[in-house]
């Protein structure tokens, strides 16, 4: 069965004060979910302007605003939720088969993704038409629901 938008969760991250200024680690399997295979981040997105906007088959997402806000609208093909991120210690697992796109970005707002998966085209599922033909077909199928599609 494909997770819904209730599956993405928001993670609290270790916070270590200082005077001096705080640390947050992020280690493999502990803080985050997963084994983290890809680091990348979104700045300097023009006012207006979202990123994002697909979905993956098999690669898990989690967001960190390291500066500024911004919110992500999570669509599982039934569902929406809008989650607000403007903490650096707070960070939002999103699960395959979930579309999210990020949205309203603070002037200054850096998104730092820790991804599951190395970069492949072939996960990433870029029409919503798609991503919806491709949960109906799964809800169709003669196995059910719980039926496994293979990955790509």
């Not at 990348?40 to 690669?59: N, Q």
């Not at 809800?139 to 629901?145: A, K, T, V």
């Amino acid at each position: 069965m494909f997770p819904t938008v209730f599956d993405c969760s928001i993670l609290t991250l270790p916070k270590i004060r200082d005077r001096r200024g705080n640390i947050t680690p992020v280690h493999n399997k502990v803080e985050v979910p997963f084994q983290i295979k890809r680091v990348f981040y979104l700045y300097d997105v023009p006012g207006g302007e979202s990123r994002g906007a697909h979905a993956h088959h098999v690669c898990h997402q989690f967001l960190v605003a390291a500066s500024g806000s911004f919110e992500v609208l999570l669509d599982d093909g039934r569902t929406q939720r809008l989650v607000q991120l403007n903490r650096p210690y707070l960070g939002l697992h999103i699960p395959p088969m979930i579309w999210a796109s990020e949205v309203n970005f603070s002037s200054g707002a850096i998104c730092l993704v820790l991804a599951s998966e190395n970069y492949n085209a072939a996960d990433y599922i870029r029409g919503y038409q798609e991503f919806l033909n491709i949960k109906l077909n799964h809800e169709n199928s003669p196995f059910g629901r719980g039926a496994v599609i293979e990955n790509r």
